[in-house]
């Protein structure tokens, strides 16, 4: 069976940075708290009043990624879109980044799974491969969360974490004896706590999906959080889910190399690494310049690891993990040739 093996990845985050203290000129938040409760230093969001839909800066990502791996638009023979801040209601993200390479045939999807779109993503590739139905495939996650925002104090818990960015990741089947590529998967969802963490508006599920009476500030119409319920749930489920795969793959902690989770708060990060008993430096953290990039916050953190030579050597094996919005959960193992 193929070995679904990433050639090359690239990222793109737009230019304007924005600091805990230009957020303090919005609402009543702080620097000091921002970081102590999350880590997070500085996050980059689309300038205001330009238009750019996560399928722009996907696009500019999977260029870099595409040049990388040698590869034309053309070659693509799937291209798999995680995003929860689609530019339009419909169509998703996979067919407007399509478009924006050239393309006009290639069948393109969007999973919608949030901080775990990522995961999930490089799960179906790695099926779709297997399968036989698609053997390069691009993987991108991107999220433009700047433009649905509160930015006042009633806001400020959700608002501070997150950034706008996109990272793709080239991923090609081949014939290898070797023990590489994803060697195990394990991904959830629990609809239950799907309140936790929601953005409810426009609502299908509503007589009138954009309800005439809401204004414009109701809260309904940006994202809300159970900050506390989620920080639990991931630090309890993460553990376990890196688990489950390491079992499925017949391997120990200590032969990962690096763990790179998603990026959510630097707090449950360090909280994983010491109920696993890891050294900081095997657990790669990047929020504090990026803040929470949701579905393209693993992909972010695999292309600067890798950049960084923290991996990516022949024979390294990283460990995914993340949990989010859905509630949806999991982690993947995978191996470099
Ligand atoms: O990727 C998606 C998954 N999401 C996550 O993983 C997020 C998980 N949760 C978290 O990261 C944390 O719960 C937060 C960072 C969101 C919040 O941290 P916390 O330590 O759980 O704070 P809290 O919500 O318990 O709030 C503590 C206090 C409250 O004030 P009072 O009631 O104690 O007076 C909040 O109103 O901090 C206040 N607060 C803020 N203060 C300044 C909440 N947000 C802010 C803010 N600036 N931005």
Same mark, same amino acid.
């Given at each position: ?52 839909? &996560?399928?722009? #800066?996907?696009?500019? %990502? *999977? ?9 034309? =638009?053309? @070659? ?119 309140? &936790?963490?929601? #953005?409810?508006?426009? %609502? *299908? ?9 809401? =204004?414009? @500030? ?120």
């Amino acid at each position: 069976m193929k070995k679904s093996i990433i050639k090359s990845s690239g990222m793109s985050v737009p230019p304007y940075v924005v600091t805990n203290h230009d957020l303090e000129k919005m609402m009543d938040t702080s620097d000091e708290w921002i970081k102590q409760r999350t880590g997070i230093e500085q996050r980059y969001w689309v300038e205001p009043d330009t238009e750019c839909g &996560a399928s722009d #800066l996907g696009a500019q %990502a *999977s260029k870099i990624a595409l040049e990388k791996a040698g590869w034309t =638009p053309q @070659d693509i023979d799937l291209i798999i879109f995680a995003t929860l801040s689609p530019d339009i209601f419909f169509p998703g993200c996979g067919c407007l980044m399509a478009a924006k390479l050239g393309l006009n045939s290639t069948p393109a999807l969007d999973i919608r799974q949030q901080c775990t779109g990522f995961l999930y993503g490089l799960t179906t590739a790695d099926a779709y491969i297997k399968a036989g139905y698609a053997n390069r495939v691009l993987v991108v996650g991107g999220e433009i969360h700047s433009t649905g925002l509160d930015k006042t104090t009633r806001g400020r818990d959700v608002t501070v974490i997150f950034g706008d960015g996109a990272a793709a990741v080239c991923i090609e089947g081949i014939d290898t004896d070797e023990p590489c590529g994803l060697l195990a998967s394990s991904l959830h969802a629990d609809g239950n706590f799907a309140d &936790a963490l929601m #953005l409810e508006l426009p %609502a *299908s599920r509503l007589p009138v999906r954009v309800p005439m009476d809401v =204004p414009g @500030d109701d809260p309904r119409n940006y994202p809300v959080m159970d900050g506390a319920t989620i920080f639990k749930k991931a630090v309890r489920m993460l553990p376990q889910v890196i688990n489950e795969s390491l079992e499925k793959a017949g391997m120990g902690l200590d032969e990962i190399g690096l763990i790179i989770p998603h990026q959510a708060n630097m707090r449950i990060n360090q909280a994983l690494g010491q109920f696993l008993k890891l050294p900081d430096d095997k657990i790669f953290h990047n929020i504090q310049k990026y803040g929470n990039t949701t579905a393209a916050s693993i992909p972010i953190a695999l292309h600067e690891a890798m950049e960084q030579g923290r991996t990516g050597k022949s024979k390294d094996v990283v460990m995914f993990a993340g949990l989010g919005a859905g509630l949806t959960w999991g982690s993947a193992i995978y191996k470099f040739l």
